[in-house]
Protein backbone atom coordinates (compact mmCIF):
# COMPACT_ATOMS: atom_id res chain seq x y z
CA UNK A 1 0.00 0.00 0.00
CA UNK A 2 1.28 3.30 -0.78
CA UNK A 3 0.15 6.42 0.52
CA UNK A 4 -1.34 9.23 -1.86
CA UNK A 5 -3.01 12.69 -1.37
CA UNK A 6 -5.52 12.24 -3.24
CA UNK A 7 -8.35 10.20 -4.48
CA UNK A 8 -11.07 9.06 -5.93
CA UNK A 9 -14.62 7.36 -4.30
CA UNK A 10 -17.16 6.00 -6.39
CA UNK A 11 -20.77 5.29 -5.12
CA UNK A 12 -21.49 1.58 -4.91
CA UNK A 13 -17.86 0.56 -5.99
CA UNK A 14 -15.03 2.07 -3.68
CA UNK A 15 -11.54 3.51 -3.67
CA UNK A 16 -10.41 3.93 -7.39
CA UNK A 17 -7.57 1.84 -8.40
CA UNK A 18 -8.06 -0.71 -4.95
CA UNK A 19 -8.50 -4.21 -5.50
CA UNK A 20 -11.80 -4.60 -3.80
CA UNK A 21 -14.68 -2.86 -5.77
CA UNK A 22 -18.67 -3.20 -4.81
CA UNK A 23 -20.06 -5.15 -1.86
CA UNK A 24 -19.86 -4.23 1.63
CA UNK A 25 -16.34 -3.29 2.37
CA UNK A 26 -15.38 -0.73 -0.31
CA UNK A 27 -13.99 1.84 1.62
CA UNK A 28 -11.64 0.99 4.56
CA UNK A 29 -11.08 3.42 7.49
CA UNK A 30 -8.25 3.97 10.14
CA UNK A 31 -7.93 6.47 12.87
CA UNK A 32 -4.53 7.95 13.33
CA UNK A 33 -4.65 8.40 16.72
CA UNK A 34 -5.60 4.56 17.38
CA UNK A 35 -2.72 3.94 14.66
CA UNK A 36 -0.30 6.19 17.18
CA UNK A 37 -1.36 4.66 20.67
CA UNK A 38 -1.02 1.66 19.26
CA UNK A 39 3.09 2.28 18.19
CA UNK A 40 2.92 3.80 21.86
CA UNK A 41 2.26 0.40 23.73
CA UNK A 42 4.48 -2.05 21.24
CA UNK A 43 7.32 0.78 21.25
CA UNK A 44 6.78 0.76 17.54
CA UNK A 45 7.21 3.34 14.78
CA UNK A 46 5.37 2.20 11.47
CA UNK A 47 3.77 4.54 9.82
CA UNK A 48 -0.37 4.70 9.20
CA UNK A 49 -0.03 3.21 5.32
CA UNK A 50 1.34 -0.13 7.29
CA UNK A 51 -2.20 -0.80 8.44
CA UNK A 52 -2.96 -0.97 4.60
CA UNK A 53 -6.12 0.86 5.23
CA UNK A 54 -7.41 2.94 2.31
CA UNK A 55 -8.16 6.07 4.35
CA UNK A 56 -6.53 7.62 7.53
CA UNK A 57 -8.94 9.60 9.71
CA UNK A 58 -8.05 12.03 12.19
CA UNK A 59 -10.46 13.60 15.13
CA UNK A 60 -13.35 11.12 14.21
CA UNK A 61 -13.70 8.25 16.54
CA UNK A 62 -14.95 5.00 14.60
CA UNK A 63 -15.38 2.74 17.73
CA UNK A 64 -19.25 1.55 17.40
CA UNK A 65 -20.15 3.15 14.56
CA UNK A 66 -21.85 1.08 12.57
CA UNK A 67 -24.86 2.62 10.40
CA UNK A 68 -23.50 6.04 10.62
CA UNK A 69 -23.00 8.21 7.45
CA UNK A 70 -19.73 10.02 7.32
CA UNK A 71 -18.88 12.78 5.37
CA UNK A 72 -15.27 13.10 3.79
CA UNK A 73 -15.04 15.88 1.78
CA UNK A 74 -17.62 15.98 -0.86
CA UNK A 75 -18.46 12.09 -0.19
CA UNK A 76 -20.77 10.15 2.20
CA UNK A 77 -19.64 6.78 3.30
CA UNK A 78 -22.07 4.38 5.42
CA UNK A 79 -19.67 2.60 7.89
CA UNK A 80 -20.95 -1.25 7.63
CA UNK A 81 -18.40 -2.40 10.55
CA UNK A 82 -16.13 -2.61 12.53
CA UNK A 83 -12.14 -4.37 10.35
CA UNK A 84 -10.56 -6.81 12.32
CA UNK A 85 -6.90 -7.19 11.49
CA UNK A 86 -5.34 -10.25 9.63
CA UNK A 87 -2.12 -11.99 10.31
CA UNK A 88 -0.60 -9.40 8.16
CA UNK A 89 -0.07 -6.55 11.16
CA UNK A 90 2.18 -9.03 12.88
CA UNK A 91 4.06 -9.08 9.92
CA UNK A 92 4.39 -5.55 10.37
CA UNK A 93 4.90 -6.05 13.66
CA UNK A 94 5.05 -8.67 16.41
CA UNK A 95 1.79 -8.17 18.46
CA UNK A 96 0.04 -5.65 16.16
CA UNK A 97 -3.12 -8.07 15.32
CA UNK A 98 -3.83 -8.71 19.20
CA UNK A 99 -3.86 -5.36 20.54
CA UNK A 100 -5.63 -4.03 17.65
CA UNK A 101 -8.46 -6.82 18.12
CA UNK A 102 -10.21 -5.05 20.79
CA UNK A 103 -12.62 -1.46 20.94
CA UNK A 104 -12.67 -1.10 16.67
CA UNK A 105 -8.68 -0.12 17.15
CA UNK A 106 -8.63 -2.11 13.45
CA UNK A 107 -11.05 0.54 12.29
CA UNK A 108 -14.36 0.06 9.80
CA UNK A 109 -14.93 -0.15 6.96
CA UNK A 110 -17.77 1.56 4.72
CA UNK A 111 -19.89 1.80 1.77
CA UNK A 112 -19.39 4.61 -0.77
CA UNK A 113 -22.78 6.40 -0.89
CA UNK A 114 -22.13 9.52 -2.50
CA UNK A 115 -18.39 9.24 -4.89
CA UNK A 116 -16.15 11.91 -5.80
CA UNK A 117 -12.25 13.25 -5.14
CA UNK A 118 -10.93 13.52 -1.83
CA UNK A 119 -7.56 15.00 -0.45
CA UNK A 120 -5.58 15.50 2.10
CA UNK A 121 -7.07 17.62 4.46
CA UNK A 122 -10.47 17.56 3.20
CA UNK A 123 -12.91 18.29 6.19
CA UNK A 124 -14.03 15.05 8.03
CA UNK A 125 -17.28 14.66 9.93
CA UNK A 126 -20.65 12.20 10.88
CA UNK A 127 -23.50 13.51 8.83
CA UNK A 128 -25.85 14.92 11.65
CA UNK A 129 -29.66 13.74 11.27
CA UNK A 130 -30.78 16.94 9.67
CA UNK A 131 -28.32 17.34 7.04
CA UNK A 132 -30.06 16.82 4.06
CA UNK A 133 -27.89 14.25 2.21
Known amino acids: MDAALAGE ?3 ARGLVGNADQGGRRQVTLIEEEVWSALMRELGGELPSAARRANLVLRG ?10 LRVGPCLLQIE ?3 KPCERMDEALPGLRAVMFPDW ?3 AFARVLVGGAIRVGD ?3 WKSAGDGG
Do not use: I
Not at 60 to 69: F, K, T
Open 9 to 11: LVA
Open 60 to 69: VPLAGSRGRE
Open 81 to 83: GET
Open 105 to 107: RGG
Open 123 to 125: PVG
